[in-house]
């Protein structure tokens, strides 16, 4: 699957939407969109977002399921959380 560019090729500043289309009618809105904090996570980063929902935030089952230690999956989310917060002050200093 095509990842959605969320970076400028040429000056590297944080990309908006300014267009959405239904495939359905053809139905075109426009505008200046923001996206979401997880639309700028790796799709690794997003993976395990989605396995730690999934988990209902149990550390313990994402080791089981991940079969890793729990030390090692607290590290991992320690490090989301951390890209998190710096996504969240880059797209705040672009609006």
């Known amino acids: 699957m095509k990842q959605l560019p969320v970076r400028c090729p040429s000056c590297s500043s944080v990309l908006k939407v300014r267009k959405l289309a239904c495939s359905a009618c053809d139905t075109m809105v426009e505008g200046s969109f923001d996206l979401g904090v997880f639309t700028y ?53 672009s609006t």
Not at 64 to 72: A, F, G, Q, R, T
Not at 73 to 92: G, S, T
């Open 41 to 93: 996570l790796s799709p690794e980063e997003q993976a395990f977002a989605l396995t730690f929902v999934k988990n209902s935030g149990s550390l313990k089952q994402m080791a089981s399921e991940l079969k890793l230690s729990y030390p090692s999956v607290r590290n991992m989310l320690d490090a989301l959380i951390e890209r998190m917060r710096e996504i969240e002050i880059e797209i705040q200093k």
